[in-house]
């Protein structure tokens, strides 16, 4: 009786080992989506995108969508409630509209191509990394700033897209610009302030060679 009772030991701990093993390969595996809240139609998406991004890793961020947003399709932006914590406390959303309606056309997310995605939600964790870097003080003169000034505006954008360039993002960005400016449906109007505001192809290009060089 006692032997039986004994194997059976050993093959239940040999099973939690396992369970173990297990588990451990399961947080592994979700090592990006740590502190991540995402809709499960763009996991794949935004799991592609946090993966280029590793110091993100513990960072909090949700990402959420609205029925539509005020002339962009995504948003990032520090949850005003922890603006004044620590950084560790600190938390962000990325905001994204089911639909994005411009000058009454409407395009939908999932008639987005899954690398155009990759690579808005890449710009977007640009913007987050760069608002990650700045103290509480810091990121308020810069919500101040955007909001008052289009050239820093502009420089943001840059900086954004900076960071997805230098996380080896370069195709995912090309590919978002490209379908930004050659979609016939998207009015002349939302591409001029996209020229306006946003770096152009060339100019990421531009951005690549000087990383290379530097
Ligand atoms: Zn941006």
């Known amino acids: 009786m006692q032997r039986p009772l004994f194997t059976k030991m050993i093959i239940n701990s040999q ?24 809709p499960e139609n763009i996991l794949k998406e935004v799991n592609t995108a946090l993966s280029h991004y590793p110091e993100l890793g513990k960072v909090y961020i949700e990402f959420k969508f609205k029925p539509s947003l005020n002339k962009s399709f995504m948003k990032a932006q520090p949850k005003f409630s922890t603006l004044l914590k620590s950084k560790r406390k600190r938390r962000y959303v990325i905001l994204m509209s089911k639909v994005f309606k411009i000058d009454g056309l409407e395009l939908k ?45 502009r420089e943001a954008e840059r900086v954004a897209d900076t960071y997805a360039v230098s996380h080896n993002m370069k195709d995912y960005i090309l590919e978002t610009k490209r379908f930004i400016l050659n979609h016939s449906s998207l009015s002349e109007k939302y591409k001029a302030r996209i020229k306006q505001l946003y770096l152009s192809p060339d100019e990421i290009m531009l951005l690549v060679k000087e990383q290379e060089k530097g």
């Open 15 to 38: 099973l939690v080992v396992a369970l173990i093993i297990c588990m451990n390969f399961f947080t592994d595996s979700k090592i990006y989506a740590e502190n991540k809240i995402i």
């Open 109 to 153: 997310i999932k008639d987005v191509p899954s690398d155009v995605l990759i690579g808005w939600i890449g710009h977007e964790l640009g913007h987050i990394l760069d608002y990650h870097e700045r103290s509480s003080l810091n990121l308020i003169a810069f919500g101040l700033k955007y909001w008052l000034s289009k050239n820093y505006i």
